[in-house]
T-cell receptor, first 112, second 110 residues
């Protein structure tokens, strides 16, 4: 059974039109992460939530925002997508000490 | 920044053991070594992790050197479905992020 679910799997958005990607988890984990992965590159951490505490990576553009209304759900908002934001966006969760992170299958974003 | 270095690519014959090295010479005493893999267009999949001792599970074995400065992931009988990018990550326990380096692209050849 899928434990970290990302919807949709594929998203096409217009240049400059706000878009929201969603992630849900059934693991009740405290931490939720968002990664951006461009073609042939490793996943790059954008930000994460530790419970309700939001932690932004220093080089994450302001164009990227996130919301976590409850433990199970987390959203990635891209306020004005540019062509360079086309990528796979990965959501992951992790729990208590020394446990692995569980990744969703990702949402592939295309900007036209 | 990633704290690990891995060869960019490796080949392995189907049915043979795949040994993927990782160098983490600056690892500190409380950092764990994690291995993930990513098959094309899928999310990364957890394989195994360890601190000091060697670990084995149904997918792989993890051998960590005594000085903990390097480790090797062993897939004992590689299959074509093991073709993927393999990432080695060092991480302190809870509260630290998973930072990915470039990884090793493993190609299992028939």
């Amino acid at each position: 059974d899928a434990m970290v679910i990302q919807n949709p799997r594929y998203q096409v958005t217009q240049f400059g039109k706000p878009v929201t990607l969603s992630c849900s988890q059934t693991l009740n984990h405290n931490v939720m992460y968002w990664y951006q992965q461009k073609s042939s590159q490793a996943p790059k951490l954008l930000f994460h939530y530790y419970d309700k505490d939001f932690n932004n990576e220093a080089d994450t553009p302001d164009n990227f925002q996130s919301r976590r209304p409850n433990t199970s759900f987390c959203f990635l908002d891209i306020r004005s997508p540019g062509l360079g934001d086309a990528a796979m966006y990965l959501c992951a969760t992790s729990g208590q000490l020394n446990t692995e992170a569980f990744f969703g299958q990702g949402t592939r974003l295309t900007v036209v | 920044d990633a704290k690990t270095t891995q060869p960019p690519s490796m080949d392995c014959a189907e049915g043979r053991a795949a040994n993927l090295p990782c160098n983490h010479s600056t690892i500190s005493g409380n950092e764990y070594v994690y291995w993930y893999r990513q098959i094309h267009s899928q999310g990364p999949q957890y394989i195994i992790h360890g601190l000091k001792n060697n670990e084995t599970n149904e997918m792989a074995s993890l051998i960590i050197t005594e000085d903990r400065k390097s480790s090797t992931l062993i897939l004992p009988h590689a299959t074509l479905r093991d073709t993927a990018v393999y990432y080695c990550i060092v991480r302190v326990d809870y509260g630290q992020n998973f930072v990915f380096g470039p990884g090793t692209r493993l190609s299992v050849l028939p």
